[in-house]
């Protein structure tokens, strides 16, 4: 046996030395593991003089920031202290090899049931921006949610000014009464869901609402400096038009992917998207407060919570006395009308990625798999000796190429990793509409769709192009897509019909915006390309919760590759059983 000899002080102080140097080179410096704990739990909240016992996470409403940097493995431990079933799902984080922690219930995991503990394991790979977390079981994230802020890599900066301060900005919505019960009398008559009774930009829905004077959130800033605003939102069922009066912002990042910085005075964001902006002040004392207001953008033909929601921001005075808010002119911005789908697309246009060497733009320039979706609409038949508050006395449905997707009663990651199908999902969804149709033109008669648990089965690292078409069934209208598990290219997006033969020779494949979420333009079509380069099942749905309990969902079921970085481990021992 060899003899084992102990370094002297000096070699080893050398070398302690030599290991700390090469920790702060780039190559070198690896994350840290974080812990999280959250506990959701029952607590009173009063806005607009009702008081409801909402479910929160560690009592916070909103929820509490998920703070990490880039390469950090996170894990959050998440008992369920309610009677409500719940699952978290990370929004937007790729969930590389780690799709036991991506959160759907029944697709990639079985809900925590009540007095059970989860937790979601994961590792931040490639991303740096905002995102959000928030539950993903029936209506439940309209109060359980929170900012997810993704640093750089220690001693990396921005590729932009460097702010002064950086703020989150949570788009919400609140309802009086219990969203669960909402959606439940929604789903038992087929008609369509209560909407909320105000918008909330961090939990407070502001002045503009009878008994919420007090309820306002305030932005409080200096004169002179520039502020990062990251702006998520959460809202259940509406797109936003948000603007600060008198106040322009520059646009530096969107989904958590860096975009070509641009300048605006008015933003549209999609529930699920996030976009982080430049404030700058200005450089005086304006003598006066300006509202920032958000307001729905709505092209259905359905009801809408048709209210705007106004938090104020105020500059400090120069000389740190305080003058009264309300001695100084109060300036309001000026929003898009409520159906303005042109500025819509407009500005979804703008957004551009990076395409640098450092943060290139790996768009697939080859296809290997096309498929065409129409998203929309539909109607279910009206069971026997019931009367339904649909159109035409049947029942409010949605789909994606006249699928409507039915959640298993178990998860079908599971199921599918331990092939133990037994008829929990198929691989045959549609590549294409079963029975094609003037879209956006005049509606087929028969309006009512199908229903099943059907998935598209992919190998690993398949190039997809995929082409989403709103329909005119019930009312052309935008759906927000959310694709879980990948962030996607939007190579094209127009109105009208999708022409395979025209529209393909304007796709942008130069420098196009990668996303994870992404509205289909209300009587228009929108085109993205992704790699399938992480094995697992990956959830697709409107994130507009109203149709994606009527149905407007899918998921895509990517098969392992052949490296041990490309294969998806087992589950967890804590997964939670159904």
């Given at each position: 046996m060899g003899t084992f000899h102990l370094p002297s002080f000096a070699s080893m102080s050398v070398l302690l030395l030599g290991l700390c140097f090469l920790a702060l080179l780039p190559e070198f410096a690896e994350g840290i593991t974080r812990h999280y704990t959250f506990n959701i739990k029952y607590h009173n909240v009063t806005r607009l003089c009702h008081t409801r016992n909402i479910i929160s996470v560690n009592g916070q409403f909103p929820g509490p920031s998920l703070v990490a940097r880039e390469g950090d493995r996170v894990l959050i431990k998440v008992t369920n202290h309610v009677s409500n079933n719940v699952t978290i799902h990370w929004h937007g984080v790729r969930q590389v090899t780690s799709g036991w922690a991506d959160g759907p219930a029944y697709v990639t995991q079985c809900p925590i049931q009540t007095g059970q503990s989860y937790t979601y394991n994961f590792t931040i790979?490639?991303?740096?921006?905002?995102?959000?977390?928030?539950?993903?079981?029936?209506?439940?994230?309209?109060?359980?949610?929170?900012?997810?802020?993704?640093?750089?890599?220690?001693?990396?900066?921005?590729?932009?000014?460097?702010?002064?301060?950086?703020?989150?900005?949570?788009?919400?919505?609140?309802?009086?009464?219990?969203?669960?019960?909402?959606?439940?009398?929604?789903?038992?008559?087929?008609?369509?869901?209560?909407?909320?009774?105000?918008?909330?930009?961090?939990?407070?829905?502001?002045?503009?609402?009878?008994?919420?004077?007090?309820?306002?959130?305030?932005?409080?800033?200096?004169?002179?400096?520039?502020?990062?605003?990251?702006?998520?939102?959460?809202?259940?069922?509406?797109?936003?038009?948000?603007?600060?009066?008198?106040?322009?912002?520059?646009?530096?990042?969107?989904?958590?992917?860096?975009?070509?910085?641009?300048?605006?005075?008015?933003?549209?964001?999609?529930?699920?998207?996030?976009?982080?902006?430049?404030?700058?002040?200005?450089?005086?004392?304006?003598?006066?407060?300006?509202?920032?207001?958000?307001?729905?953008?709505?092209?259905?033909?359905?009801?809408?919570?048709?209210?705007?929601?106004?938090?104020?921001?105020?500059?400090?005075?120069?000389?740190?006395?305080?003058?009264?808010?309300?001695?100084?002119?109060?300036?309001?911005?000026?929003?898009?009308?409520?159906?303005?789908?042109?500025?819509?697309?407009?500005?979804?246009?703008?957004?551009?990625?990076?395409?640098?060497?450092?943060?290139?733009?790996?768009?697939?320039?080859?296809?290997?798999?096309?498929?065409?979706?129409?998203?929309?609409?539909?109607?279910?038949?009206?069971?026997?000796?019931?009367?339904?508050?649909?159109?035409?006395?049947?029942?409010?449905?949605?789909?994606?190429?006249?699928?409507?997707?039915?959640?298993?009663?178990?998860?079908?990651?599971?199921?599918?990793?331990?092939?133990?199908?037994?008829?929990?999902?198929?691989?045959?969804?549609?590549?294409?509409?079963?029975?094609?149709?003037?879209?956006?033109?005049?509606?087929?008669?028969?309006?009512n769709v199908s229903n099943g648990t059907r998935t598209v089965l992919l190998p690993f690292n398949t190039s997809v192009e995929l082409v989403m078409q709103d329909t005119s069934i019930l009312g052309a209208e935008s759906h927000p897509l959310h694709l879980h598990g990948f962030n996607f290219f939007v190579v094209g997006l127009g109105f009208g019909n999708y022409d395979p033969d025209k529209d393909p020779m304007n796709f942008n494949l130069v420098d196009p915006m990668e996303r994870n979420t992404i509205g289909v333009p209300a009587g228009g079509w929108v085109a993205i390309r992704f790699f399938t380069d992480n094995p697992g099942v990956w959830f697709m749905h409107c994130h507009l919760d109203v149709h994606t309990s009527w149905g407007l969902r899918m998921a895509w079921i990517v098969q392992n590759g052949v490296q041990p970085n490309q294969t998806l481990p087992p589950p967890p021992s804590d997964l939670p059983k159904c």
């Open positions: 790979t490639g991303q740096r921006g905002t995102l959000l977390w928030h539950a993903h079981i029936s209506w439940l994230r309209s109060t359980l949610y929170g900012p997810i802020i993704i640093l750089p890599k220690r001693n990396e900066s921005y590729p932009f000014q460097k702010p002064h301060k950086e703020i989150p900005i949570l788009f919400g919505e609140w309802f009086n009464v219990d969203p669960e019960a909402i959606i439940r009398q929604a789903l038992q008559t087929g008609g369509g869901p209560n909407v909320s009774d105000a918008y909330t930009i961090n939990g407070l829905p502001g002045p503009l609402y009878n008994c919420s004077s007090e309820d306002t959130y305030k932005l409080k800033v200096k004169p002179g400096k520039t502020y990062l605003l990251r702006l998520i939102n959460a809202a259940l069922n509406d797109e936003l038009f948000f603007s600060i009066a008198n106040h322009t912002v520059t646009v530096v990042e969107a989904d958590a992917v860096y975009v070509k910085p641009f300048d605006t005075d008015k933003l549209l964001i999609t529930p699920g998207q996030t976009a982080n902006v430049l404030l700058r002040t200005k450089p005086y004392f304006p003598n006066a407060t300006f509202f920032m207001q958000a307001r729905p953008y709505f092209s259905g033909m359905g009801t809408i919570d048709n209210s705007t929601t106004a938090g104020i921001l105020e500059y400090k005075h120069p000389s740190n006395h305080s003058i009264s808010s309300k001695k100084l002119q109060l300036y309001k911005p000026t929003l898009p009308s409520i159906n303005d789908t042109s500025f819509a697309v407009n500005f979804t246009r703008k957004f551009r990625s990076l395409a640098s060497v450092k943060y290139p733009a790996n768009v697939p320039q080859i296809v290997d798999r096309k498929f065409f979706f129409t998203v929309g609409l539909g109607s279910s038949p009206c069971p026997k000796n019931t009367t339904c508050q649909g159109p035409n006395g049947t029942k409010f449905s949605a789909s994606v190429n006249n699928v409507s997707f039915v959640l298993p009663s178990t998860a079908i990651l599971q199921s599918y990793f331990f092939g133990q199908n037994n008829g929990v999902y198929t691989t045959d969804f549609p590549v294409k509409p079963p029975m094609p149709f003037n879209y956006t033109g005049t509606p087929p008669n028969n309006t």
